[in-house]
């Protein structure tokens, strides 16, 4: 399994200093390569060619203001934003595009989760798998806490809804902190082979950056989660992490999840 690091768009530096460090890729931020413009997109294109460190994966799938459950979807703006957005992705080689963005998928009291279940399945099947298939890149379905969003809090809800798309260019996605904080079932995403195509990783209880200062047993928890990873197929984790030094943190970071990860 490649392990990679979420590296922003902006500060080149941070793909530099990751190739430096030995991560297998990094990940981008997709609104961000979406929304630059053609010049500004170009270079960057180039560096990473330069640089010779893959673009693998991105997060930030949409705008929280482009919303795709309620009674104002604009299916127009959404399918101009991610042909955009995807065909920029397939150019940068980018295998997985995560889908979290927990305002753009939520709703108020006022609409029922039978609606927006139906919303989402609609804004799958017939916006984002047709382009994903058409570019090559694949749609990582990203549960997250409960605060942040109204629907998609467990594995399984993000599996369901790829079923659903008929895992036409979609699937799901394991983020350790969201299982964690969900009281989701670590061991359980081992069951889901074959549709798992990418994860995110952060230390489970403050979300930090992974660290030899943790309680010691979180590394039962990375251990855990690395193998049911392993058992379902999944091909890449990400770094998902807060962190007060980016350049301070990460090497011990790529240490102790490597560790994990052949333990």
Avoid: W
């Amino acid at each position: 399994m490649k392990l990679g690091a979420c590296l922003g768009y902006g500060d080149f530096s941070k793909f530099e200093y990751a190739k430096k460090c030995g991560l297998d890729y990094g990940e981008t931020d997709f609104t961000d390569i979406t929304l630059a413009s053609d010049e500004d997109f170009n270079s960057f294109c180039e560096n990473i060619k330069k640089l010779g460190l893959p673009v693998l994966s991105a997060n930030h799938f949409l705008p929280g203001d482009l919303k795709v459950v309620g009674e104002n979807v604009d299916y127009k703006a959404l399918t101009e934003f991610l042909e955009k957005g995807l065909k920029r992705a397939s150019k940068l080689g980018i295998q997985s595009v995560v889908f979290g963005s927990g305002r753009a998928r939520s709703f108020g009291d006022d609409y029922t989760v039978e609606k927006a279940n139906e919303d989402m399945v609609k804004f799958l099947k017939e916006i984002v798998s047709p382009l994903a298939s058409e570019y090559d890149v694949n749609v990582v379905i990203e549960p997250l806490s409960f605060p942040e969003t109204s629907m998609i809090h467990t594995v399984k809800d993000g599996v369901d809804f790829a079923e659903k798309a008929d895992f036409n260019h979609i699937y799901g996605l394991a983020d350790l902190f969201h299982v964690c904080n969900n009281k989701d079932d670590v061991d359980g995403i081992g069951d889901f082979i074959g549709k798992i195509k990418h994860a995110h990783i952060a230390e489970p209880q403050t979300r930090v950056f992974p660290n030899k200062n943790a309680d010691i047993g979180v590394d039962d928890i990375y251990k855990r989660f690395f193998s049911a990873l392993k058992k379902a197929g999944c091909e890449t984790c990400t770094i998902e992490a807060r962190t007060d030094d980016f350049f301070a943190d990460l090497p011990e970071a790529i240490e102790v999840l490597k560790e994990m990860q052949n333990a």
